[in-house]
């Protein structure tokens, strides 16, 4: 009796064990970096403030290069998820809570995927409103600024 709790202990974990896994794989968002406010921006002189503004866009940059594989890890596991997903419900006995999990997996897949997708948004916004107030600014080169 107590041989078949252990196999089927054992068998649940194995089969959830990988949805686990790919779950905590993906880690955490990526940690945005700290950009200059538009005050310092404009108490900056002007060759600080250059350095500053170019120091931003090279974070921003380089914060957006480990968004993306953040994001392809997600995009993987909602594959995953999705084959998962199929194979649950095609079973020959389609278990319902199996199904449940699967699908909650799934809506927290998309929900930080959307998060991802809104801390760019913060970001690449405040980093215009830098570039914006530089580019106002009289006193700093605009070689580096959009043409309007």
């Known amino acids: 009796m107590l041989r078949k709790f252990i196999l089927a202990v054992a068998v649940i974990v194995a089969s959830a064990g990988p949805a686990l896994a790919e779950g905590e794989s993906c880690g955490e968002l990526p940690i945005a970096p700290v950009l ?8 900056m002189a002007p060759a600080a ?4 503004k170019h120091s931003a866009f090279e974070d921003v940059r380089h914060w957006q290069q480990d968004l993306k594989g953040y994001r392809d890890c997600l995009d993987a ?8 997903l199929q ?14 999990g ?11 995927y959307d998060i991802s997708v809104d801390a760019e948004e913060r970001l690449v916004n405040e980093f215009h409103g830098v570039q914006v107030k530089f580019c106002g600014r009289t006193d700093v080169d605009r070689s580096s600024c959009p043409k309007t």
């Open 77 to 84: 596991l909602t594959n995953s998820e999705k084959r998962d």
């Open 102 to 112: 699967i699908q909650d997996q799934m809506t927290q897949t998309a929900h930080n």
């Open 87 to 100: 194979n649950a419900q095609t079973a020959t006995k389609p278990d319902k809570d199996k199904i449940k």
């Open 36 to 43: 200059p406010t538009v005050a310092e921006i404009l108490q």
């Open 49 to 52: 403030a250059l350095a500053a």
